[in-house]
């Protein structure tokens, strides 16, 4: 596809954005090994090869905190430049202290007392999607000339951690992707008055108050992800045409007008069967459908009852066996290749190499696109990006964005293993002394440097309770 078309509104979106990565990491050998998992199935099945563990003196904050400070050196912003710092995550530290407030305090290490006092933000939550939500509100408080001049940061941090022993362990993960939002922006203009959301009261994924790890029903999930990301998809649809955003002649599918996608990512193979999902839905009624089903070589199944729920799907195990068998088909198939290699597999590579990063997987997957486009020689100036947001609980948001002129700049150098520096390998058993809290947070197996760390939570005395302390390093 060409230049796109957009609106004369204000273009408003990302100009910049930067990562924090912890420095430690457990290799899906190991892993595999240790749980007596075949470590195929952890590279090909869910897609992970070196997943994220925090040190003893991290949390979320310093994470964010990390993420956000790179972001203003490298762009030499002030504190008076940023009118809102939001912190998006569903790995709070506080029931009650927004996630924001002890990120101020670790950039007013830096920057002087006070000098975050004239702006806003709140700490936003909805599982995995809460960043799409401040990405959105901050946009709109730009468009709406709230913002005096001055610009957002959005930073989205997460810790993805799972019982030890369950399904979900080998899709954990963490890290925080800082991201600055203003009008006329150089890396990505959001596609305006198209953004769709779904929301609906479930317990795919849920954490109860006091419980650290989450209550999971994973099959469940996966269907809940795609069957909510696919309406809201089908409500971008109905206003990107609407609104003249995109014009779709007979035989086409709205996926022919968008460039590149990128979707959350709890795990690399999620990307994957989401794309394929979603191209299923969407040329199923398309004249190409009869080739497609002449290279798979048999029909689509249908389930029992197809009005049915979610539940009465899962359980019509003829029905699923069949649709497996499909759906490995289809993606095996030249038509969804085609798609997948040019419009999504640069923005699963970082996956493979971070794990699960929550709030800040769908941006990691931009990253992973700009860079990895980049390495393929891909000129992305104009192209436009569908981004497929997921949170548990649950709700989807679809959006989109045009790759601006400017992106060059910021693309030029990207190395994300340069970038998350030298890493150290946990043994399963170090891992698995992190797991039972065996070091105390002074007790880190990296040396810290040129970063904020936690250095205490809780003081001798119980007005100081809970309260968290904070550091930079040299
Ligand atoms: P599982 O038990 O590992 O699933 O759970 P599986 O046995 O079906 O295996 C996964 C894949 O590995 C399958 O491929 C197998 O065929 C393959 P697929 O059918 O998917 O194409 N496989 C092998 N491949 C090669 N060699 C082998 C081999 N053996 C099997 N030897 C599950 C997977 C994701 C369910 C689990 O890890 C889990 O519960 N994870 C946590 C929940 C989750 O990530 N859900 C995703 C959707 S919900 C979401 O994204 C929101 C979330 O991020 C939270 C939030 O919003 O805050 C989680």
Not at 173 to 198: C, H, N, Q, W, Y
Not at 423 to 428: I, Q
Request: aromatic letters at 10%; one cysteine or more; hydrophobic letters at 35%.
């Amino acid at each position: 596809m060409s230049i796109m078309r957009q609106s004369s509104i204000m273009p408003v979106g990302i100009d910049d954005l930067a990562i924090y990565i912890p420095k430690l990491y457990l290799d899906y050998r190991d892993f595999a090994e240790a749980r007596g998992i075949d470590p195929q199935k952890l590279e090909y099945g869910i897609g992970i090869r070196k997943m994220t563990i925090v040190d003893t003196n991290q949390d979320s904050a310093c994470m964010a905190a990390n993420a956000c400070l790179k972001l203003m050196q490298r762009n030499h912003l002030e504190p008076n430049d940023i009118g809102r710092l939001y912190v998006a995550t569903e790995s709070g530290l506080d029931e009650s202290k927004a996630m924001n407030s002890f990120v101020v305090g670790m950039l007013e290490q830096i920057y002087g007392e006070d000098s975050f006092e004239h702006a806003g933000g709140i700490e936003c939550k909805f599982a995995c999607v809460s960043g799409s939500y401040a990405l959105y509100d901050n946009a709109n408080w730009i468009r709406a000339e709230e913002n005096n001049n001055k610009a957002a940061i959005v930073v989205v941090s997460d810790i993805a951690k799972y019982d030890v022993g369950s399904s979900g362990e080998y899709t954990q993960g963490a890290g925080a992707v800082a991201m600055l939002i203003k009008e006329v922006p150089r890396l990505l203009s959001f596609d305006p008055k198209v953004t769709s959301t779904t929301i609906k009261n479930e317990y795919d994924f849920y954490r109860p108050f006091g419980k650290e790890t989450p209550l999971v029903n994973g099959t469940y999930s996966n269907l809940l992800y795609l069957i909510q990301v696919r309406k809201a998809f089908d409500s971008y649809k109905e206003k990107a045409i609407r609104t003249g955003l995109i014009r779709i002649n007979d035989g086409e599918s709205i996926t022919d007008h968008i460039d590149l996608f990128t979707v959350h990512l709890p795990y690399r193979k999620m990307g994957e069967k989401a794309l394929a999902y979603l191209l299923r839905h969407e040329w199923r009624t398309l004249p190409r459908w009869d080739s497609v089903i002449k290279e798979i070589g048999f029909a689509e199944p249908v389930p029992k009852d197809p009005r049915g729920t979610i539940e009465s799907i899962l359980a019509d195990t003829e029905f699923m066996k069949a649709d497996e068998r499909f759906r490995k088909s289809f993606m095996q198939t030249s038509f969804y290749n085609e798609v997948y290699e040019k419009k999504m597999s640069s923005s699963l590579e970082a996956s493979s190499i971070i794990g699960n990063l929550y709030t800040a997987s769908m941006y990691m997957g931009f990253r992973s696109l700009l860079e990895y486009e980049d390495k393929k020689n891909h000129n992305i100036e104009g192209k436009r990006i569908g981004f497929g947001s997921y949170g548990s609980g649950s709700s989807a948001m679809v959006f989109s964005g045009v790759i601006q002129p400017a992106y060059k700049e910021i693309v030029k150098g990207m190395n994300l293993e340069e970038e998350i520096g030298s890493r150290t390998k946990l043994s399963m058993d170090q891992y698995q002394g992190l797991r039972e809290n065996e070091r105390n947070l002074n007790d880190s197996y990296v040396r810290a440097k040129d970063e904020f760390v936690l250095v205490r939570i809780g003081g001798s005395t119980a007005d100081k309770a809970g309260v968290r302390e904070y550091c930079y390093c040299n």
